[in-house]
């Protein structure tokens, strides 16, 4: 269906559709690829492009338009190798609900996950509990809270513990003492799977001096998964929740907890 014609220029609906999707689609690879070392390699790959094209169908350059194709006729699989951990991160994004975002019929429609539908609930005020208490004495925390994505390769990386959530035992488990603080606590059915958990960290260079391992980790997870990061830091004794590949810092005890219970629902 024609909405508007200008001389020779025909717009349907169809092409504002089109418009919108492509638009969409290089927003949500920007998220991506920000603060990343590969935004740089993906603008380089477009200015090829864009002499590939200028040269070729414009100008009609044979020979160096044939030096440049055969750059471009590998570029899919340039692209897959160079934008591996991207590529992972976007396939992620689109089987869960954050890539169409948090309203409730998105939700219905695109939550496929057969996982969700026998999730526990998970035990929210004793995770905030716990980390109120590990803040006020500067305990270091890193507690990652799954949601749709499977952990378990994450939760292979650490001791198997398979208990139920409790403020006493997360603080337990974040003892200066203990042998099992150093590293990431993963809960997932709202059981405490595995503890000393090994996580990716994220690879954005905008990210502040002051950020440490714990909060480089948590943005990493929540990067490369759905789940939720919980932040104690063992510095400032302050609370903070990595979600979505962003990190709100210096939360309050009710904040930490109106978040996390947004996040879960």
Not at 17 to 42: P, Q, R
Not at 144 to 165: C, N, P
Not at 195 to 221: F, K, Q, W
């Amino acid at each position: 269906m024609e909405l508007f014609h200008f001389g020779f220029l025909s717009v349907r609906l169809l092409d504002i559709l089109d418009i919108l999707i492509v638009a969409f689609l290089l927003f949500k690879i920007y998220e991506l690829l920000k603060g990343t070392s590969a935004m740089n390699i993906f603008v380089g790959i477009l200015a090829i492009y864009l002499l590939w094209w200028l040269f070729v169908k414009v100008l009609d350059m044979q020979l160096l338009g044939a030096l440049l194709g055969q750059v471009m006729s590998v570029g899919v699989i340039a692209l897959i190798i160079v934008f591996q951990q991207e590529v992972r991160r976007f396939l992620i994004l689109l089987g869960t609900n954050s890539f169409i975002g948090k309203s409730v019929l998105p939700k219905k429609l695109f939550t496929w996950n057969l996982r969700s539908s026998t999730k526990s609930e998970l035990n929210v005020n004793a995770v905030v509990r716990a980390c109120t208490t590990m803040s006020k004495t500067r305990t270091g925390a890193l507690i990652v809270i799954g949601r749709t994505t499977d952990m378990k390769f994450y939760e292979s990386t650490g001791d198997l513990m398979d208990a139920d959530v409790s403020k006493r035992l997360l603080e337990s488990i974040f003892f200066k003492n203990s042998p099992l603080h150093d590293g990431a606590v993963i809960i997932e059915n709202n059981k405490i799977k595995a503890a000393r958990c090994v996580l990716p960290v994220t690879d954005n260079s905008e990210l502040p001096a002051h950020y440490g391992m714990r909060h480089r980790a948590a943005l990493g997870i929540s990067e490369q998964s759905d789940a939720l990061a919980v932040i104690v830091s063992e510095e400032t004794g302050q609370m903070s929740l990595a979600v979505d590949g962003k990190i709100f810092n210096n939360l309050s005890q009710e904040e930490l907890e109106r978040m996390l219970e947004k996040e879960m629902k």
